[in-house]
């Protein structure tokens, strides 16, 4: 069989839900990337709504349909990963010359399908890495990685940290936007989209991803709390949050401090998920993105708001000072509300945001998903030789 590397490529690729997660995101985006280039690629979830995918891909789709997953978050991702393997069982897996995993639920699944003889091998994309209290969770993370024949990363961050942490080798292949979707163009989109969620004239500062510890939410809101002082009109949208991780703790605690907020509350927008065709109007809605997050695999709303026109306000760690040069955003201390606060008002100046806007749709313009797509096939290829077999 020739290994060539323009040999067309059956993959499954493997994601842990249907939800626009950045994970997912990432999974969806890289399939369609992939087809583009001549593979086929079916992209699997696990779909117990019956919904499918939060938008409809421009490659082959499987929705699995499962049974409402339990409360409990270990003995969920057990489910799942039960789910996967026994949908894997039924079809069969010869009609995919790979397996590609890019979370614990499908990697576990994998490992276990690998065990059983029915697949030889697999990779796996680490987007980061969770912390959890449970240690049979620990155990199954440990194990949807440790399993697996190849790996990738986002960034650099991370494949250090699997080196360091567990002598893996991992292929950095970073991430992308589409920035025909994601782009300034205004129109009356964003008009509606602001009457529906009910939004003033004040400026409009943006959070992207539910409200996750991870993502510092409390610390915007704290920040958001400080940035009304001096801009009273000052609104905070934040966006998404469909996960399969129990937040309820923390959104518990973000509760509180809303409340305490007291008239300002009312300037403070928690939409949950967002419908996808609604994205690049929230974007472009918005005066600035805020993404403090204290641990990401990469923060690939980043590049989504950059190539929307928006400054970003982000942390000033690894993984995003990578792909970000000091100009590129506004800069801040994430463990420091004051900072994330400071770095929102200079957002609103005028001769920062003339500054700062040309340089995120530059960066914007440097991370195609073909080439994302592209950095995985020869490791791809590599899973084919006889010695992977």
């Keep these: 069989m020739s290994l060539k590397s323009h040999r067309t490529l059956r993959i499954a690729m493997l994601t842990h839900s249907t939800n626009p997660r950045g994970g997912v995101v990432h999974a969806m985006q890289?399939?369609?990337?992939?087809?583009?280039?001549?593979?086929?690629?079916?992209?699997?979830?696990?779909?117990?709504?019956?919904?499918?995918?939060?938008?409809?891909?421009?490659?082959?789709?499987?929705?699995?349909?499962?049974?409402?997953?339990?409360?409990?978050?270990?003995?969920?991702?057990?489910?799942?990963?039960?789910?996967?393997?026994?949908?894997?069982?039924?079809?069969?897996?010869?009609?995919?010359?790979?397996?590609?995993?890019?979370?614990?639920?499908?990697?576990?699944?994998?490992?276990?399908?690998?065990?059983?003889?029915?697949?030889?091998?697999?990779?796996?994309?680490?987007?980061?890495?969770?912390?959890?209290?449970?240690?049979?969770?620990?155990?199954?993370?440990?194990?949807?990685?440790?399993?697996?024949?190849?790996?990738?990363?986002?960034?650099?961050?991370?494949?250090?940290?699997?080196?360091?942490?567990?002598?893996?080798?991992?292929?950095?292949?970073?991430?992308?936007?589409?920035?025909?979707?994601?782009?300034?163009?205004?129109?009356?989109?964003?008009?509606?989209?602001?009457?529906?969620?009910?939004?003033?004239?004040?400026?409009?500062?943006?959070?992207?991803?539910?409200?996750?510890?991870?993502?510092?939410?409390?610390?915007?809101?704290?920040?958001?709390?400080?940035?009304?002082?001096?801009?009273?009109?000052?609104?905070?949208?934040?966006?998404?949050?469909?996960?399969?991780?129990d937040h309820g703790d923390y959104q518990e605690e973000f509760r509180s401090c809303l409340a305490c907020l007291g008239r300002d509350a009312a300037a403070v927008h928690v939409t949950g998920a967002i419908a996808d065709a609604d994205m690049p109007s929230l974007y472009r809605l918005a005066d600035a993105l805020v993404f403090p997050s204290l641990k990401e695999g990469f923060g690939l709303v980043v590049l989504e708001a950059m190539a929307s026109g928006i400054p970003v306000v982000t942390s000033s760690i690894a993984p995003f000072t990578e792909y970000l040069g000091p100009g590129d955003a506004i800069w801040c201390d994430p463990h420091h509300p004051v900072s994330i606060a400071e770095g929102m008002a200079l957002a609103l100046v005028a001769p920062i945001r003339e500054q700062i806007i040309p340089r995120g749709l530059t960066v914007a313009a440097r991370h195609g998903w073909q080439q994302t797509a592209t950095a995985h096939l020869a490791r791809y290829h590599t899973l084919l030789e006889p010695d992977h077999a």
């Design 30 to 245: 890289l399939s369609e990337a992939l087809t583009s280039l001549g593979h086929q690629v079916v992209l699997h979830a696990p779909d117990a709504k019956g919904a499918g995918f939060f938008r409809q891909p421009s490659c082959g789709a499987a929705c699995i349909a499962v049974p409402p997953a339990p409360a409990d978050m270990t003995q969920m991702v057990e489910q799942r990963m039960a789910d996967y393997v026994d949908y894997f069982r039924r079809t069969g897996t010869d009609g995919f010359d790979l397996f590609h995993a890019h979370d614990g639920i499908s990697g576990n699944a994998l490992a276990t399908l690998k065990l059983e003889g029915l697949i030889p091998n697999f990779a796996r994309t680490v987007h980061h890495i969770d912390q959890f209290a449970d240690p049979r969770l620990i155990a199954l993370q440990d194990r949807a990685i440790d399993a697996a024949d190849i790996f990738f990363a986002v960034s650099h961050l991370w494949q250090d940290r699997l080196r360091d942490e567990r002598g893996i080798e991992a292929t950095v292949v970073g991430n992308g936007v589409d920035t025909n979707r994601f782009s300034p163009a205004w129109s009356g989109e964003q008009v509606a989209l602001r009457d529906r969620l009910q939004l003033g004239s004040g400026p409009i500062f943006l959070s992207v991803g539910g409200i996750e510890a991870r993502k510092n939410t409390l610390g915007i809101l704290e920040a958001f709390r400080q940035v009304r002082a001096i801009r009273p009109d000052a609104q905070l949208v934040i966006a998404g949050g469909a996960s399969l991780l």
